[in-house]
Nanobody, 124 residues
Framework: VLLVESGGGLVQAGGSLRLSCAASGRTFSNYDMGWFRQAPGKEREFVAAISWTYANTYYADSVKGRFTISKDITKNTAYLEMNSLKPEDTAVYYC??????????????????WGQGTQVTVSS
């Protein structure tokens, strides 16, 4: 099981970036995918998740309306489109895969696999 992120970088506040997460090594039909992030000195936090089988998507309140998670099943790839970026979005972003909880648990994605992370830096 391998998750490889790409698309991070440096952007000015108000700008956009698109992260990609390519999954390989196993059929992901039984796994859901999502993104977490960790800023310096802070704990890792949930950003967004998407069901691999259904249309369900979930977002942290801090990114709702600005970030969009999507998937391409044919490529085993998940994406995170980030718009209206703010300096407080600066963090290492990690792709994650695992089963989704539909019982109200938050965050809903029970991540069992992680990517290596990609740095996103938003300058003011």
């Amino acid at each position: 099981v391998l998750l490889v992120e790409s698309g991070g970088g440096l952007v000015q506040a108000g700008g956009s970036l698109r992260l990609s997460c390519a999954a390989s090594g196993r059929t992901f039909s039984n796994y859901d995918m999502g993104w977490f992030r960790q800023a310096p000195g802070k704990e890792r936090e949930f950003v967004a998740a998407i069901s691999w089988t259904y249309a369900n998507t979930y977002y942290a309140d801090s990114v709702k309306g600005r970030f969009t998670i999507s998937k391409d099943i044919t490529k085993n790839t998940a994406y995170l489109e980030m718009n209206s970026l703010k300096p407080e979005d600066t963090a290492v972003y990690y792709c994650a895969a695992g089963p989704m909880s539909y019982d109200g648990t938050w965050p809903p994605l029970r991540a069992g696999y992680w990517g290596q992370g990609t740095q996103v830096t938003v300058s003011s």
